[in-house]
C-alpha cells in the first residue's frame, strides 16, 4: 500500500512535465461526465448553422481533428460546416484544441494528461480539447505505413470521436463501409464531460493481415487505430539486450561475452536457431550492458558507445530503448541458457533463472539510481525467468510487463488461474499496476489459414476483468485476414478505454447497427465461430506426467472435424437467412453481404483448398522392396548390398532450391526394419556434429537425419529416430493429441552406423519389427527429414513429404502429411512411361525421355526438369511462361477403345493468371477425341495436388486416324505448373 501511494505522489509530480511517468494510473484526475436534459444547441440537414473554430496558431494535429469533424459531420447532416479563426457571436461553434478561446471561456486544461479531453458546452459553444502534439503532421502520416506515427499526443481527436458517437449516433467499427452515422439532425444538449482512458497501454497490430480494400487499405487501418482510439505512447518492453549490436561489437574481440551452447560453442554471430544475441551475464558483458544502459537514459548519442540497430546501423532501436526516458532490460528473444560453469548451476529450472536474471536486471537499476541516473528500466515476465525472484526488493526504477496467454486461457481454467495468480504476484511485489503482452494472435499452433480468430465476447471480457490488475495491455494480433480482428479491436478498444464498459450490450449494438434485421443471424454466426476456435480448435487439456497440457486441434482436425463440410454448410445457411431477413433493408443487406465475402467465402475456399489436399495424401506414397531370400545386410554404413539399388525415396530442401542429393531406402525381413540413406554434402569439412549423449535434448540442431515412423498408420502415434553424421543416437516415442503431443522414452534394440565420406556421408539403421508392434513389415507411415547444418552458414532442411505444413513450429512432426511405403506391392501396369521424369534428357533440346515438345519452343517458354520440387522419384516437370502456351507430350500407343481407365497426377501451380481465351493448366489425352482434365483449368497458385478423373476411351482409339496421346498443357497463361507422377490405368 505504501508503495502504490508512493507511486501516486511521484506521478503526480511529474505529470504535465516532459519527465512524465510512462503510467501514471490512478493518479490522473478521474473520469466526469455530466449531460444535461436541455438542449443549448442543434443542426440540421436543411440549416445553414455551424461552424469550427481552430486558432491562428492550432497544430496540424489540431487541425487534423477539424478535418475529421467536419468530413463525418458532413455525413451526419449532408453540408459542410465552414472552419473559421474565431467564433462568430451566436453561432454554433466547436471550437477547438487549447488557445485562447477555451481559456477565456473559463476552462481549466491544466487537468488535461495524455489521451484526456475535455467536452463543454457555453451557450451554443461546444469547446473540444485536449493535448496535442505541437508539431506533428497527421495529414502526411495517416496515408502511410508506420506505426511510430501512433506515439504522438491527440487529446482533441480523441475528444472529437467521442463527441461524434455521443451525440451524432456515431459507429466507428471499422473505417469505410463501417463507418455508421445517420443521416439527421444534430442535437447538442448541455455537457461538460472530462474523460481519459482507464488503461494507457492500448496496443494492437494494425497492419497485420491481407486487407479487403485497395492498396491494402493503408489509409483506412490508420484511420481506425485513430478512431478506436488505441495508444499513443509507446514503452519499450521488448527484448532490448539483444537490439544493441554486440555480434558486431564485440562477436570477434569479446567471445566470452556471449552464451557457451551445449556444444561448447561461445555464439558470437547469428545463426538459424539464434537470432539475437545471448550473454554469459557472470562475464565482463554485465559492465557493457550496464555502460549503454546508463548512455541511453542519460540521452547520449549512439555513436559514443557504438550501439547499433538489428540492421546493423549506428543509432538506438527505437523497438528497444527510449533514450532519456527508457531502457529495457529484456533479453533477446528464446533465451539461451549459458552452459559456462559460472552460469550453469543458474539455469537449472525456471525459478532459478527467475533468481539469476531478475538478480541482474534489478543490480542495474540499483546502481542506476545510485550514481543517480534518471529513467526507468523495463523486463517482462516472460519463459523462462517468469517467476518473482527470491530474496530481493524490486527498485522503484523498474517496470514490469507480463507476458499471458491472455483470454484464449479462458478455455483452461487451471492455466488462467496460474497467469492471473502470477499478475497479481507481480502488481503486490511491485507496489503498483504493470502492463500486459497478450497473444490473441493466428501464429504458430494457431495458424489455421483461413479459419476466423475473431473471439470479441471473451477479448472483452477478459480486459475487463483484470481491470484492478493493470496498465492495460498489448494484444498481439498477427493474422492471415484484417477483418478477422476487427470485431475485437472494437472491444478492446472500448473496454481499454472504460472498463466498466458492458461486453454483452456493447456486441448486440456492434450487430444491430451493422446488420439491422439480420442481427440475430449474424449474432448467431459470429458466436459460433468464436465458440469453434474458444472450444473445439482450443481442444480439452490431455493429463501428462507433469499434470493437464493444453492442445490445439490440428490443420486435418481443424477442417474434417470442426469445419467440417457439414459446419460449413450450416455457417452458410446462416448468411443465407441474414441476406433473406434484411432483404428490406439496403444498407444493412450491403453490410450482411460484404461480411459474407469477408468471413465465410474465405472459409469456404480454404475448406475446399483442404478437402482437395487430403484427397492427395493417400496418393502420396512409395514403393519399397524386402530383402529377397538368402541376401542379408551389414549394417556397417556402406550401402554395397544389392538391395539398396532400388530406386528409393527422395528428399527435397524445403526451402525450394539448392538440393543436395538426398537419398532413403527401406528394405525389410522376417526380424527388422531395414533403413539406407546416402546423403551428398559438398562441404563435409564444414559440418557441424557434435557428439551428444543419448538424452541430450539439442540433438536435432546437429547436421543428421530424423525418420520418423507410425508404424500401425493410424497417425496417431509414431517414432521418432534422431541420428547425426558423428554418430549421435536419439529415440523418442510420441503419442498425437490435436497438434500436440506427448512424449514418452523408446529404447528399441537397433543397429546403426553411419560413415564419412569426402563428399557425402550415408548409414544404415536395423530396427526390430517387435520393437515396432509389427510382425510383418506390410505398409509403414513415415517421413524423413535431413538437417544440414555447417558452419557460418544457413541450416538446410529436407523433407521427403511435401505437404507439411509450414506454419507449425514443428512441422516435422506433422503427421497427418506423411506418406505411405508398401513393401512389394503389386501395382497395376501404368500406360505412362517415365511417370516420375526420372528419365535422362535426350541429345535433342526437346527430349526428355519419353516425353517431348515443340523444337522451337515459343518466347518467354521454358521446359526443365526441377529437383528442387517433387512428390515422386527425384524430380518434377516444370513449365514455365510469360503467357504463351506450352504442351509436353508422350504418345500412348497402348491405349485401348471402349475401355475404363482412371488418370491421376499430381500439379503444383504459381502464379498462373490468364492471358488467352482457353487458359490454365490441364492434361489432354486424345483417344478418338480430345478429352480436358480436370474439366475446369486450374489456376493461380496452388501446392502439389493430386488430381484424378475417370473416362472411357473412344470406340477408335489408335485406329488408323486416331493416334492416342497425353499432353501435359500450360495453355494460354503466365506463370509456372509442375506435373509429376503421372498414372494411367485400366480400371478392370
Known amino acids: 500500500m505504501k508503495k502504490q501511494v508512493l507511486f501516486c505522489l511521484v506521478a503526480l509530480t511529474l505529470a504535465g512535465s516532459a519527465d512524465e511517468l510512462p503510467f501514471l494510473g490512478d493518479a490522473r484526475p478521474t473520469r466526469q461526465v455530466r449531460i444535461g436534459k436541455t438542449e443549448v444547441a442543434s443542426l440540421t440537414p436543411s440549416g445553414k448553422d455551424g461552424e469550427i473554430v481552430l486558432a491562428p496558431d492550432a497544430s496540424?494535429?489540431?487541425?487534423?481533428?477539424?478535418?475529421?469533424?467536419?468530413?463525418?459531420?458532413?455525413?451526419?447532416?449532408?453540408?459542410?460546416?465552414?472552419?473559421?479563426?474565431?467564433?462568430?457571436?451566436?453561432?454554433?461553434?466547436?471550437?477547438?484544441?487549447?488557445?485562447?478561446?477555451?481559456?477565456?471561456?473559463?476552462?481549466?486544461?491544466?487537468?488535461?494528461?495524455?489521451?484526456?479531453?475535455?467536452?463543454?458546452?457555453?451557450?451554443?459553444?461546444?469547446?473540444?480539447?485536449?493535448?496535442?502534439?505541437?508539431?506533428?503532421?497527421?495529414?502526411?502520416?495517416?496515408?502511410?505505413?508506420?506505426?511510430?506515427?501512433?506515439?504522438?499526443?491527440k487529446g482533441t481527436l480523441f475528444g472529437v470521436y467521442d463527441f461524434l458517437e455521443r451525440f451524432a449516433d456515431a459507429c466507428f467499427f471499422f473505417a469505410g463501409p463501417g463507418t455508421l452515422l445517420p443521416k439527421g439532425p444534430l442535437r447538442i444538449p448541455e455537457i461538460d464531460?472530462?474523460?481519459?482512458?482507464?488503461?494507457?497501454?492500448?496496443?494492437?497490430?494494425?497492419?497485420?493481415?491481407?486487407?479487403?480494400?485497395?492498396?491494402?487499405?493503408?489509409?483506412?487501418?490508420?484511420?481506425?487505430?485513430?478512431?478506436?482510439?488505441?495508444?499513443?505512447?509507446?514503452?519499450?518492453?521488448?527484448?532490448?539486450?539483444?537490439?544493441?549490436?554486440?555480434?558486431?561489437?564485440?562477436?570477434?574481440?569479446?567471445?566470452?561475452?556471449?552464451?557457451?551452447?551445449?556444444?561448447?560453442r561461445r555464439v558470437t554471430d547469428k545463426r538459424r536457431d539464434v537470432w539475437m544475441s545471448h550473454y554469459c551475464y557472470t562475464s565482463g558483458v554485465k559492465e557493457e550492458l550496464y555502460q549503454d544502459a546508463k548512455s541511453c537514459l542519460l540521452n547520449e548519442p549512439a555513436s559514443k558507445r557504438g550501439i547499433l540497430t538489428g540492421s546493423g546501423r549506428i543509432g538506438w532501436d527505437p523497438t528497444a530503448q527510449q533514450p532519456g526516458k527508457v531502457f529495457c532490460a529484456m533479453p533477446g528473444d528464446s533465451f539461451m541458457r549459458c552452459q559456462c560453469e559460472k552460469c550453469k548451476p543458474f539455469m537449472k529450472d525456471e525459478q532459478t533463472i527467475s533468481d539469476f536474471y531478475w538478480g541482474f536486471v534489478f543490480d542495474l537499476a540499483e546502481r542506476l539510481i545510485e550514481e543517480k541516473v534518471p529513467g526507468i528500466v523495463t523486463n517482462m515476465s516472460y519463459t523462462p525467468y517468469q517467476y518473482i525472484p527470491r530474496g530481493r526488493k524490486m527498485p522503484p526504477n523498474v517496470y514490469v510487463m507480463v507476458a499471458t496467454t491472455g483470454a484464449w486461457a479462458e478455455r483452461y481454467p487451471e492455466t488462467q488461474k496460474q497467469n492471473t495468480g502470477r499478475i497479481r504476484q507481480w502488481v503486490d511485489y511491485g507496489g503498483h499496476k504493470v502492463w500486459l503482452w497478450n497473444y490473441s494472435n493466428k501464429h504458430s499452433d494457431k495458424t489455421f489459414p483461413g479459419i476466423p480468430h475473431t473471439t470479441p465476447l471473451c477479448i472483452g471480457k477478459y480486459y475487463k476483468e483484470l481491470a484492478p490488475l493493470i496498465h492495460g495491455a498489448f494484444l498481439?494480433?498477427?493474422?492471415?485476414?484484417?477483418?478477422?480482428?476487427?470485431?475485437?479491436?472494437?472491444?478492446?478498444?472500448?473496454?481499454?478505454?472504460?472498463?466498466?464498459?458492458?461486453?454483452?450490450?456493447?456486441?448486440?449494438?456492434?450487430?444491430?447497427?451493422?446488420?439491422?434485421?439480420?442481427a440475430p443471424s449474424m449474432q448467431k454466426f459470429f458466436e459460433r465461430i468464436e465458440y469453434l476456435w474458444t472450444h473445439k480448435l482450443l481442444k480439452d487439456p490431455v493429463m501428462t506426467d507433469l499434470g493437464p497440457s493444453n492442445i490445439t486441434a490440428s490443420n486435418h482436425e481443424a477442417w474434417t472435424a470442426i469445419y467440417s463440410k457439414a459446419e460449413r454448410a450450416l455457417l452458410k445457411a446462416m448468411f443465407d437467412q441474414a441476406e433473406k431477413l434484411a432483404s428490406g433493408d439496403a444498407d444493412s443487406l450491403g453490410r450482411v453481404k460484404l461480411f459474407r465475402k469477408l468471413f465465410l467465402d474465405v472459409i469456404l475456399r480454404y475448406g475446399e483448398q483442404y478437402d482437395r489436399q487430403i484427397d492427395s495424401i493417400p496418393r502420396f506414397d512409395a514403393d519399397a522392396v524386402s530383402l529377397p531370400p538368402g541376401e542379408t545386410v551389414t549394417?556397417?554404413?556402406?550401402?554395397?548390398?544389392?538391395?539398396?539399388?532400388?530406386?528409393?525415396?527422395?528428399?527435397?530442401?524445403?526451402?525450394?532450391?539448392?538440393?543436395?542429393?538426398?537419398?532413403?531406402?527401406?528394405?525389410?525381413?522376417?526380424?527388422?526394419?531395414?533403413?539406407?540413406?546416402?546423403?551428398?554434402?559438398?562441404?563435409?569439412?564444414?559440418?557441424?556434429?557434435?557428439?551428444?549423449?543419448?538424452?541430450?535434448?539439442?540433438?536435432?540442431?546437429?547436421?543428421?537425419?530424423?525418420?520418423?515412423?507410425?508404424?500401425?498408420?493410424?497417425?496417431?502415434?509414431?517414432?521418432?529416430?534422431?541420428?547425426?553424421?558423428?554418430?549421435?543416437?536419439?529415440?523418442?516415442?510420441?503419442?498425437?493429441?490435436?497438434?500436440?503431443?506427448?512424449?514418452?522414452?523408446?529404447?528399441?534394440?537397433?543397429?546403426?552406423?553411419?560413415?564419412?565420406?569426402?563428399?557425402?556421408?550415408?548409414?544404415?539403421?536395423?530396427?526390430?519389427?517387435?520393437?515396432?508392434?509389427?510382425?510383418?513389415?506390410d505398409r509403414i507411415v513415415a517421413n524423413f527429414n535431413r538437417h544440414q547444418v555447417r558452419e557460418n552458414m544457413e541450416d538446410n532442411y529436407y523433407s521427403w513429404t511435401p505437404f507439411l505444413n509450414r506454419n507449425?513450429?514443428?512441422?516435422?512432426?506433422?503427421?497427418?502429411?506423411?506418406?505411405?511405403?508398401?513393401?512389394?506391392?503389386?501395382?497395376?501396369?501404368?500406360?505412362?512411361?517415365?511417370?516420375?521424369?526420372?528419365?535422362?534428357?535426350?541429345?535433342?533440346?526437346?527430349?526428355?525421355?519419353?516425353?517431348?515438345?515443340?523444337?522451337?519452343?515459343?518466347?518467354?517458354?521454358?521446359?526443365?526438369?526441377?529437383?528442387?520440387?517433387?512428390?515422386?522419384?527425384?524430380?518434377?516437370?516444370?513449365?514455365?511462361?510469360?503467357?504463351?502456351?506450352?504442351?509436353?507430350?508422350?504418345?500412348?500407343?497402348?491405349?485401348?477403345?471402349?475401355?475404363?481407365?482412371?488418370?491421376?497426377?499430381?500439379?503444383?501451380?504459381?502464379?498462373?493468371?490468364?492471358?488467352?481465351?482457353?487458359?490454365?493448366?490441364?492434361?489432354?489425352?486424345?483417344?478418338?477425341?480430345?478429352?480436358?482434365?480436370?474439366?475446369?483449368?486450374?489456376m493461380g497458385t496452388i501446392p502439389w495436388t493430386y488430381q484424378e478423373c475417370i473416362f472411357t476411351s473412344g470406340p477408335n482409339t489408335n485406329d488408323a486416324k486416331h493416334q492416342s496421346y497425353l499432353l501435359l498443357y500450360l495453355m494460354g497463361a503466365s506463370g509456372t505448373a509442375w506435373f509429376d507422377n503421372i498414372r494411367l490405368e485400366e480400371i478392370k
Open 60 to 153: 496540424k494535429m489540431t487541425r487534423f481533428a477539424a478535418v475529421e469533424l467536419q468530413t463525418l459531420l458532413k455525413e451526419k447532416l449532408g453540408r459542410t460546416l465552414p472552419v473559421v479563426n474565431a467564433p462568430t457571436s451566436g453561432a454554433v461553434s466547436f471550437i477547438l484544441g487549447i488557445n485562447e478561446f477555451s481559456r477565456k471561456a473559463g476552462i481549466d486544461d491544466r487537468k488535461l494528461c495524455r489521451d484526456a479531453f475535455i467536452i463543454k458546452t457555453v451557450g451554443r459553444k461546444i469547446y473540444i480539447l485536449g493535448r496535442d502534439d505541437p508539431n506533428f503532421d497527421e495529414f502526411a502520416a495517416v496515408k502511410k505505413i508506420s506505426g511510430w506515427q501512433f506515439n504522438y499526443e
Open 193 to 264: 464531460i472530462y474523460d481519459r482512458p482507464d488503461y494507457e497501454a492500448r496496443q494492437v497490430q494494425i497492419y497485420e493481415g491481407k486487407h479487403f480494400l485497395p492498396e491494402n487499405g493503408i489509409y483506412e487501418r490508420n484511420l481506425d487505430y485513430l478512431r478506436m482510439r488505441f495508444q499513443t505512447q509507446y514503452v519499450p518492453c521488448c527484448h532490448g539486450l539483444g537490439n544493441l549490436g554486440y555480434w558486431q561489437r564485440f562477436g570477434k574481440t569479446h567471445p566470452e561475452y556471449f552464451f557457451l551452447d551445449s556444444s561448447g
Open 476 to 518: 498481439e494480433s498477427e493474422t492471415d485476414y484484417y477483418q478477422f480482428n476487427l470485431p475485437q479491436y472494437y472491444v478492446f478498444g472500448k473496454v481499454c478505454w472504460d472498463n466498466k464498459t458492458d461486453v454483452d450490450a456493447l456486441l448486440s449494438d456492434y450487430y444491430h447497427r451493422l446488420f439491422g434485421p439480420a
Open 635 to 777: 549394417v556397417d554404413g556402406r550401402l554395397d548390398e544389392p538391395i539398396w539399388r532400388q530406386e528409393g525415396i527422395y528428399l527435397q530442401n524445403l526451402d525450394g532450391k539448392n538440393t543436395d542429393r538426398s537419398r532413403v531406402v527401406l528394405t525389410a525381413d522376417a526380424k527388422n526394419l531395414y533403413i539406407a540413406f546416402d546423403f551428398t554434402e559438398p562441404l563435409m569439412e564444414k559440418v557441424r556434429a557434435p557428439e551428444r549423449s543419448s538424452t541430450d535434448t539439442n540433438a536435432w540442431k546437429d547436421n543428421g537425419i530424423e525418420i520418423f515412423l507410425n508404424p500401425d498408420c493410424s497417425r496417431t502415434n509414431y517414432y521418432q529416430i534422431i541420428l547425426s553424421s558423428s554418430g549421435s543416437l536419439m529415440t523418442l516415442c510420441h503419442e498425437k493429441h490435436g497438434i500436440n503431443r506427448k512424449t514418452f522414452s523408446w529404447n528399441p534394440a537397433l543397429q546403426f552406423k553411419v560413415i564419412s565420406g569426402e563428399n557425402s556421408w550415408s548409414g544404415e539403421l536395423a530396427i526390430p519389427l517387435s520393437d515396432l508392434g509389427l510382425r510383418k513389415a
Open 808 to 938: 507449425l513450429v514443428a512441422i516435422f512432426h506433422d503427421l497427418d502429411n506423411f506418406g505411405t511405403i508398401y513393401f512389394d506391392r503389386r501395382n497395376p501396369e501404368n500406360l505412362v512411361k517415365d511417370s516420375t521424369f526420372s528419365a535422362l534428357r535426350g541429345k535433342a533440346s526437346n527430349v526428355f525421355g519419353p516425353w517431348i515438345h515443340h523444337h522451337k519452343l515459343p518466347a518467354g517458354v521454358k521446359v526443365s526438369h526441377d529437383f528442387n520440387t517433387f512428390v515422386a522419384g527425384s524430380c518434377s516437370l516444370r513449365l514455365e511462361s510469360e503467357g504463351n502456351s506450352i504442351a509436353v507430350r508422350q504418345n500412348l500407343p497402348t491405349l485401348k477403345p471402349d475401355t475404363k481407365y482412371k488418370v491421376g497426377f499430381f500439379v503444383r501451380l504459381e502464379n498462373v493468371q490468364k492471358k488467352g481465351r482457353f487458359s490454365g493448366v490441364v492434361i489432354n489425352i486424345m483417344d478418338d477425341k480430345n478429352r480436358w482434365f480436370p474439366t475446369t483449368a486450374l
